[in-house]
């Protein structure tokens, strides 16, 4: 089993519309979880840390189910610019320690 | 602020050479990563470095080295190349627990 897994699309949806995309990881133990986005060729930029509570920025929500292991990333009302691979990034280990496991990523695409 | 900088920005090595990418973190970071991605696949750890030390190693073989230096700069080496290890290597600098990237070196094998 894959240490993060997500679905890797593609996501074909009009500007305007709501998308969701999912995650689970398989390590119970581990400590944060973040989204980042790929754009083609590029480096990954962060764009959410996840947090239990949930947090929002803007058109994009996260959520965060520990219980399930599960991670979720909402973006509202597509723009254009939007289209790009999203990466589930999560970090098992605490404190200054760091090794960001990734999944494979899930490809949008944002259509007029 | 400058971002983490990478370089070369891109590098064509025969089988068998050594090669030495370079990463200079972003200004107060004291944390370095390197990370490789192949095509279609997300990245994968090698080494993580914290005030010089080594704070963590991935799954990679022993020609595969990195080091740190006293102004938190890193360089990572990769011996006897292979055809495999033709991907986009990866560096990030962090000072809490969110990771930064540069823009990534392109090491081609032939």
């Known amino acids: 089993r894959k240490e993060v897994e997500q679905d890797p699309g593609p996501f074909n949806v009009p500007e305007g519309a709501t998308v969701a995309f999912n995650c689970t990881y398989s390590?119970?133990?581990?400590?944060?979880f973040f989204w980042y986005r790929q754009d083609c060729r590029k480096e990954p930029k962060l764009l959410m840390s996840?947090?239990?509570s949930g947090n929002e920025d803007g058109r994009f929500t996260a959520q965060l189910n520990r219980a399930s292991q599960y991670i979720s990333l909402l973006i509202r009302d597509s723009k254009l610019s939007d289209s790009a691979t999203y990466l589930c990034?999560?970090?098992?280990?605490?404190?200054?320690?760091?090794?960001?496991?990734f999944g494979t990523g899930t490809r949008l695409q944002v259509t007029l | 602020d400058a971002g983490v900088t990478q370089s070369p920005t891109h590098l064509i090595k025969t089988r068998g050479q050594h090669v030495t990418l370079r990463c200079s973190p972003i200004?107060?970071?004291?944390?370095v990563s390197w990370y490789q991605q192949v095509l279609g696949q997300g990245p994968q750890f090698i080494f993580q470095?914290?005030?010089?030390?080594?704070?963590g190693r991935g799954n990679f073989p022993d020609r595969f080295s990195a080091r740190q230096f006293p102004n938190y700069s890193s360089e990572l080496n990769v011996n006897a190349l292979l055809l495999g290890d033709s991907a986009l290597y990866l560096c990030?600098?962090?000072?809490?627990?969110?990771?930064?990237f540069g823009p990534g070196t392109r090491l081609t094998v032939l």
């Open positions: 990030a600098s962090s000072l809490t627990n969110e990771q930064f």
């Open positions: 390590n119970s133990a581990s400590q944060s």
């Open positions: 996840v947090y239990s």
């Open positions: 990034v999560v970090n098992p280990l605490a404190g200054t320690a760091s090794k960001l496991t």
């Open positions: 200004s107060g970071h004291k944390s």
């Open positions: 470095y914290y005030e010089k030390e080594e704070r």
